[in-house]
């Protein structure tokens, strides 16, 4: 059976991760990938992609890049558009890795299977009528793709989308600036540390977050938030906006890290963004497998991959009590309050081992050799 998977994302994120471990755990299966991505998306040299994965720059028409026979398209995120015709022998499919609650579900018509990353995504495409794959697939703490010993050093805050103008141009000022700033390696601070490990993206809202949670973090100053990542130009702006009620101090920002695993261990707690736009969240995952608890707001997807009590904290939509619970789980932490230790939740972080997502896949690589048979 041949496999062509399609990412095209010229950034670095969880869907790049998450491409790395499904083509590891299509390889174990017996299925071999042709990888097609971005030109500019250097970033895939530093993945670990098995021996049988071949991974082309996309310069031409992606049709151009398909072999012949029959031909299993999987796309991350919708196909392209060209794409989405009907020849017969292909299997149109794709990872959706963004709910569609709050989208334009359109985006994945003309698709024979749809893999949702979490029961929260299928939710949203059953409803939208789209032929969803009846389990969804989750993901794997896949720290060796980003782990290592390099060292926490403060980083620039910015990933530059060189699309636009602006990014453009800033993107050409910034690095001259960040080479004349201080880069301290990261120590951790006295008092309860809650850590972001994300890019700073849109889906994940942490400007409408911290214009709530801001005030109840400005008093307590013994709360201190570190923030690894980076993000385009108008995110790290609004989110600074956002996060200026805070005392001097109490808010650092270390810019986009690789050993996130050295982070994880080094956090009291991982906060989480806003819940509906996230689809499943990699580094919840990660930090639980490190030994690291969650906080997060108590609705899906998190309700999925964070056992309340036991691997992290679930708190009320801070949109909807002005943040008073998420002042109380403070306020009890401080006071002592045990630490949950996800790492003896050992069926819980089963559920996210490679061996159960390799299993997950294995009925959707048979499925997928069935629908070819018969093309």
């Known amino acids: 059976m041949k496999l062509v998977q399609i990412n095209l994302q010229p950034h670095f994120?969880?869907?790049e991760v998450y491409t790395a471990f499904l083509c590891r755990a299509l390889s174990r299966l017996g299925v071999a990938t042709r990888l097609l991505?971005?030109?500019a998306a250097g970033f895939w040299e530093r993945l670990d992609l098995p021996a049988d994965t071949e991974r082309i720059a996309v310069t031409a028409p992606l049709s151009s890049h398909l072999p012949a026979g029959p031909l299993w398209l999987l796309s991350h995120g919708p196909l392209p558009t060209e794409l989405r015709g009907a020849p017969p022998g292909r299997l149109r499919s794709a990872i959706a890795h963004m709910p569609v609650q709050g989208r334009d579900p359109a985006a994945f018509a003309d698709h024979d299977r749809i893999y949702?990353?979490?029961?929260?995504v299928r939710d949203g495409l059953v409803v939208a009528g789209?032929?969803?794959w009846e389990t969804p697939l989750y993901g794997v703490a896949a720290l060796g793709a980003r782990a290592g010993d390099a060292p926490i050093r403060r980083g620039s805050r910015y990933d530059w989308d060189r699309r636009k103008g602006r990014d453009r141009l800033f993107?050409?000022?910034?690095?001259?600036?960040?080479?004349?700033r201080d880069h301290p390696t990261f120590v951790r601070r006295n008092g309860l540390t809650l850590g972001i490990v994300s890019r700073l993206t849109p889906i994940k809202q942490f400007p409408l977050l911290f214009a709530k949670l801001a005030p109840v973090l400005a008093a307590r100053p013994q709360i201190r938030l570190e923030i690894f990542g980076s993000g385009g130009y108008a995110s790290v702006r609004d989110l600074d906006r956002t996060l200026a009620s805070l005392p001097p101090g109490q808010v650092r920002f270390w810019g986009q890290q690789s050993n996130v695993g050295g982070i994880y261990r080094q956090l009291d707690y991982l906060l989480s963004g806003l819940p509906e736009k996230e689809a499943l969240g990699l580094n919840i995952i990660e930090a639980q497998a490190c030994g690291?608890?969650?906080i997060a707001v108590h609705a899906p997807p998190f309700t999925e991959t964070v056992s309340n009590g036991v691997t992290g904290f679930l708190y009320r939509d801070p949109r909807e009590d002005e943040a008073a619970d998420f002042g109380r789980l403070m306020d009890e932490l401080l006071a002592g309050r045990a630490r949950p230790r996800p790492e003896l939740a050992e069926s819980h972080l089963a559920r996210f081992s490679f061996d159960a997502f390799v299993e997950r896949l294995r009925p959707v690589v048979a499925d997928a050799?069935?629908?070819l048979s018969r093309a």
Do not use: M, N
């Open 292 to 294: 690291t608890p969650v």
């Open 369 to 371: 050799r069935v629908q």
């Open 116 to 120: 949702a990353v979490s029961g929260w």
């Open 171 to 180: 993107g050409l000022i910034e690095p001259a600036v960040e080479a004349l």
């Open 130 to 132: 789209l032929p969803a």
């Open 13 to 15: 994120g969880g869907g």
């Open 37 to 39: 991505v971005h030109p």
